[in-house]
């Protein structure tokens, strides 16, 4: 079989196995959400409202059928691309909250991520470069510590430092309440403030980016800390390496002209599964810096038992999961010609 036609073979199976993912998560979430302690109808009108007014309620929202016919239900509306409205805002549909809430995410989601990179290559790099040294010792340190440490934890520790003890940073939020955020353009604060031309909203915005984008990124970072010290180590060994050193050309050269650009191909797989370490470590930062996002909107539908939202939310994680694993799979595929699927 041709690489091509193994590669076409590779992405048909992955797009048939992308509907069947999507259902098992969907299913173990809503079967989860139901038998987790904890009733919607208690959070919406409190423990002591009349019963009659309870049952009432369940009946409006569908509680009160049977559990197979809730599923069906629900599984008859994903499939027309209806996630449901949220029982606790007001009527607001699940599409209008992912909306609503997902920019910030994705602008907290697209600088830490780049914070990672840059961090974890560049202390990778030092360490792979400078073996049986502080440095490498250093650099393992490193990846250990910010591999292990509890995105929450940092977070608090981070804004006692550098929000409460020096005032560096906001303590929390996306943008003061005190001014006008940028006009809503795109939704993404840093370029709607650039769009606009309003240059001080801009650095307002990376201002009160800045401290939870550095916790998750830095806590990301050992990650690709890991992958390319070691993955550089090797590729420091291999024959072209030695003879590039025989020609005399300068070792920094060599790693960053030669190496590095080997190593690195590894890291784009590891995109695909930091993708989705990304978006559990941003659920906790968002909570701790209070963080508009649809990850910290996550955390509180499940709060109120807002099962609508929940399901909804985490369909809509799983599906950015999903195909990011296939795309990142694929461009792999084009970078590294020595992959056979």
């Known amino acids: 079989m041709s690489r091509s036609k193994a590669l076409q073979y590779y992405i048909f199976s992955r797009l048939m196995l992308a509907p069947l993912m999507l259902w098992t ?28 007014v309870k049952e009432a309620l369940r009946s409006q929202l569908g509680l009160g059928d049977p559990l197979w016919q809730q599923y069906l239900n629900y599984m008859k509306d994903l499939l027309n691309f209806n996630l449901g409205t949220s ?10 909250i992912i909306q609503d809430n997902f920019p910030a995410t ?19 790099s030092l360490a792979a470069s400078h073996p049986n040294t502080i440095l490498d010792a250093g650099g393992r340190l490193f990846g250990i510590i910010t591999y292990s440490i509890p995105a ?21 939020t996306r943008f003061p309440v005190t001014f006008p955020p940028p006009q809503n353009l795109t939704g993404l604060y840093a370029i709607d403030s650039l769009l606009s031309g309003n240059i ?17 990124g830095i806590l990301l970072s050992g990650i690709f800390e890991r992958i390319v010290r070691v993955n550089l180590k090797q590729t420091l060994q291999a024959d072209y390496v030695e003879a590039a050193r025989a020609r005399g050309i300068p070792e920094l050269q060599i790693l960053w002209a030669h190496a590095l650009k080997n190593a690195l191909i590894p890291v784009i797989t590891v995109l695909g599964l930091t993708f989705a370490a990304l978006l559990g470590g941003a659920i906790l930062t968002e909570v701790t810096f209070s963080w508009p996002g649809l990850a910290n909107r996550l955390y509180q539908a ?23 694993s296939i795309v990142i799979d694929l461009l792999n595929a084009y970078i590294d010609p020595r992959i056979r699927y």
């Open 152 to 172: 929450f934890w940092a977070g608090m520790v981070l804004q006692l430092i550098f929000a409460v003890q020096l005032g560096w940073f906001p303590l929390g």
């Open 200 to 216: 001080s909203q801009f650095f307002t915005t990376l201002h009160y980016l800045a401290l939870p984008s550095m916790t998750l």
């Open 302 to 324: 499940i709060s109120d038992r807002d099962y609508p939202t929940v399901q909804g939310i985490v369909v809509f994680f799983a599906a950015i999961v999903v195909v990011a």
């Open 106 to 124: 994705v602008e907290l989601a697209v600088f830490s991520m780049t914070i990672a990179v840059i961090v974890g290559v560049t202390v990778g």
């Open 25 to 52: 998560i969907t299913t173990v979430v809503f079967l989860l959400l139901r038998a987790t302690p904890g009733d919607p109808v208690d959070a919406i009108l409190g423990p002591r409202a009349p019963a009659s």
């Open 87 to 96: 029982i606790t805002s007001r009527g607001q549909t699940v599409w209008q």
